[in-house]
T-cell receptor, first 113, second 113 residues
C-alpha cells in the first residue's frame, strides 16, 4: 500500500460522538487526500492537503474537518458523527511530479450506530 | 461537468473472454485518466492510466482505449482470469498539480472459471 497506513482499520461509534481517523505516510509526498467510498458512488473526495497546514475542501466536505501538522500525518475528524457518515474511508497520497499518480491506503471501515 | 459516468455496474465474463468497461466524461479540461482495481477489503490500486494525446495504451492484458472526440474511454481486459475478479474504477483529473480525481461509480467484474 505504498507506505500508507490508516488507523483504526475498523471503528464502531455512536451518533453524536467525535471521531478522528489517521493517515500516516512514509513516502514524504506533498499531497494527501481523504475519500469516502459508498456503494453506487465510487470514491468521493472529502478534503485534501497540498502541504503542512495547507488544506482544501473536496466535493463532500460537510461534517468533516482535517488537519495536517506534519508531512507524514493527515487527520480526518468527524466532529459529531451521523449515520450518513457510515462508510469506508480511504487516504491517498500523490506521487512526486507529473502525472501525480495517487496511491491508496488500506481503508478504515466506520460504522455510526 | 465534473461527473464521470461508468458502465456497466456489474459484469460477468467467462475465463478467457474479454471484459470491457466504459467511461464517459463531459469536462474537456480533464487531462489524465487512470483506472483502479480494488479487491474486497483492500484499497484501490492503480492499474493503468492514459493521457488524451494517445488513443490507446496497453500493459500486459490490460488496454485503455481513448476517444477524445466522443469524450469516452474504456478498459479492455483480454484473456480474463478468475484472479481479475474485482471492482474497477475509472477516474479523471483536471489539468492541475493537486491531483484531485473524479471517480466513476465502479464496475464489479466476476470472471467465471
Amino acid at each position: 500500500d505504498a507506505g500508507i497506513t490508516q488507523s483504526p482499520r475498523h471503528k464502531v461509534t455512536e451518533t453524536g460522538t467525535p471521531v478522528t481517523l489517521r493517515c500516516h505516510q512514509t513516502e514524504n509526498h506533498r499531497y494527501m487526500y481523504w475519500y469516502r467510498q459508498d456503494p453506487g458512488h465510487g470514491l468521493r473526495l472529502i478534503h485534501y492537503s497540498y502541504g503542512v497546514k495547507d488544506t482544501d475542501k473536496g466535493e463532500v466536505s460537510d461534517g468533516y474537518s482535517v488537519s495536517r501538522s506534519k508531512t507524514e500525518d493527515f487527520l480526518l475528524t468527524l466532529e459529531s458523527a451521523t449515520s450518513s457518515q457510515t462508510s469506508v474511508y480511504f487516504c491517498a497520497i500523490s506521487g512526486r511530479g507529473p502525472p501525480y499518480e495517487q496511491y491508496f491506503g488500506p481503508g478504515t471501515r466506520l460504522t455510526v450506530t | 461537468q465534473q461527473q464521470v459516468k461508468q458502465s456497466p455496474q456489474s459484469l460477468i465474463v467467462q475465463k478467457g473472454g474479454i471484459s470491457i468497461i466504459n467511461c464517459a466524461y463531459e469536462n474537456t479540461a480533464f487531462d489524465y485518466f487512470p483506472w483502479y482495481q480494488q479487491f474486497p477489503g483492500k484499497g484501490p490500486a492503480l492499474l493503468i492510466a492514459i493521457r488524451p494525446d494517445v488513443s490507446e495504451k496497453k500493459e500486459g492484458r490490460f488496454t485503455i482505449s481513448f476517444n477524445k472526440s466522443a469524450k469516452q474511454f474504456s478498459l479492455h481486459i483480454m484473456d480474463s482470469q478468475p484472479g481479475d475478479s474485482a471492482t474497477y474504477f475509472c477516474a479523471a483529473r483536471r489539468s492541475s498539480n493537486t491531483g484531485k480525481l473524479i471517480f466513476g461509480q465502479g464496475t464489479t467484474l466476476q470472471v467465471k472459471p
